[in-house]
């Protein structure tokens, strides 16, 4: 059975040679066959091996000798034991979780404490074949699509399950062939879960009724649904980076054209991309597909990220919850004007050294008033005269007809008072560009800041 579970490890590259892992030990049949075991590959297998133990402060008397059993378990093995507590109830009820959601929150976060502990490389926790089972099964009954019905995966992050292949009678029957002891967890026998009546009632009437090797139908079930679960996500993957604009921005036309089974997945991993995936959920995804055909500015607030349309892109992200702090300063015509946002550095040059560049604007020196000219942020009733356009016009339609996205509006600009004479990334105004009549140039560069600065 351990040469199993080694090719199971090796099969799944769950732990290579000079890695350590943290093993969760509850003191039940499980965790203390799995303790074992990767304590006895461990030096054939080349790896380390630390424990670490939770009192969820569930079960009185009886979870402090859990404790004290997995303290004599881990001496008897020569395995370094971290130990750890707190008042799951309590923080059930402060939070407004069921009991079972807070002591798996809480013991994750334990063993992410422990693995930090030991510097450890992964935590091995010990969940079996049965318990792949009751995880498809509850899924199942919850509506989960092919993600769900995957169930538990070998490795996801840092937690591994090097017992998957196996089932309880196995791992109860090795426990008994190597002489180990165990404890048992008396809530494990009460009917007070949904986990737990899957366990006691759901499982052992199909194994009854309908199929007695339903446990492993199940987990070879899961098994092909991951290949297929794994290909899809793939698929939508690509689809995602051919739609992508930029940074957290996707084409919407290219994203809609997806396939259905394509386009929730890309939209999940478009969340991911932009931090947000612990609480997002298929109401979400669907609220933003239908962002796909909304108007442009049409926004979402989802949990962890904000989502809205820019014309033909889709963004996601945060938006800024208030106006950018406006802004400033007189031009210095030969030198540095700084701003938050970049810098222009300005020179007077002869008519030959004119350049086109949409960050660079060459004046007419000649055109430009004596004095007045500041670089600032915008303001409501701004007017640009593109060059060579045919006038005047509000600079945030000038935006708007060339599609500019809203978070690339807010450039520093050269104006004088409302007049606008440079927009940085576009032109100069008409009023002020140079022709074959020009004998002096101002000539200024824009420099942008980046976020490494």
């Avoid at 590959?41 to 000798?65: E, K, Q, W």
């Avoid at 059993?69 to 093995?77: I, S």
């Avoid at 693995?115 to 490389?121: K, S, V």
Wanted: charged fraction near 25%; proline fraction near 6%; glycine fraction near 8%.
């Amino acid at each position: 059975m351990r040469q199993r579970v080694a090719d199971f490890i090796a099969q799944h590259d769950l732990l290579r040679a000079g890695a350590s892992a943290v093993v969760g030990v509850s003191g039940g049949a499980d965790s203390v066959a799995l303790l074992h075991m990767l304590a006895a590959l461990a030096p054939s297998m080349g790896f380390t091996v630390y424990a670490a133990h939770f009192n969820h402060g569930i079960r009185g008397a009886a979870a402090d000798a859990d404790e004290a059993f997995v303290q004599r378990l881990c001496a008897r093995f020569g395995v370094p034991l971290f130990c750890g507590r707190a008042d799951v109830p309590s923080l059930a009820e402060s939070c407004g979780q069921t009991l079972e959601q807070a002591a798996r929150e809480v013991r994750y976060a334990f063993l992410e404490e422990a693995r930090t502990h030991f510097g450890a490389d992964v935590i091995a926790v010990a969940h079996h074949m049965d318990d792949q089972a009751e995880t498809l099964l509850l899924h199942l009954v919850r509506g989960a699509g092919l993600a769900g019905l995957v169930g538990m995966k070998p490795r996801r992050g840092r937690v591994i399950r090097p017992l998957l292949p196996l089932r309880r009678s196995e791992i109860e029957a090795y426990l008994s062939q190597e002489g180990l002891s165990f404890r048992t967890d008396e809530t494990n026998l009460l009917r007070d879960g949904t986990r737990n009546r899957i366990r006691l009632d759901v499982l052992p009437y199909l194994a009854e009724h309908v199929n007695p090797a339903v446990v492993p139908a199940l987990y070879a079930a899961s098994e092909l649904l991951a290949q297929d679960e794994a290909y899809l996500c793939e698929a939508a993957g690509q689809g995602l980076l051919s739609a992508q604009r930029g940074e957290n921005a996707y084409d919407r036309a290219a994203l809609a054209a997806l396939p259905p089974a394509l386009l929730g997945r890309a939209v999940r991993m478009a969340l991911a991309a932009a931090g947000a995936e612990k609480d997002i959920e298929r109401t979400h995804v669907e609220q933003v597909i239908a962002l796909l055909q909304g108007r442009t500015g049409a926004r979402l607030h989802l949990p962890g990220v904000d989502v809205w349309t820019d014309y033909a892109l889709l963004c996601v992200g945060r938006l800024p919850e208030e106006a950018p702090e406006p802004f400033e300063v007189p031009l210095v015509r030969a030198g540095e004007t700084c701003t938050e946002k970049g810098v222009f550095l300005a020179e007077e040059v002869p008519p030959e050294r004119f350049v086109r560049d949409p960050f660079i604007a060459c004046f007419d020196l000649d055109k430009l008033p004596a004095e007045g000219l500041s670089v600032r942020s915008r303001r409501p009733g701004d007017r640009f005269f593109p060059l060579n356009a045919p006038g005047r016009r509000k600079l945030k339609e000038f935006f708007i007809d060339r599609k500019v996205p809203r978070a690339e509006r807010e450039v520093p600009l050269i104006a004088c008072g409302q007049e606008i004479l440079f927009v940085p990334g576009f032109s100069v105004a008409d009023t002020v560009k140079v022709d074959e009549k020009t004998a002096r140039i101002l000539r200024v560069t824009y420099i942008p800041r980046t976020d490494a600065e």
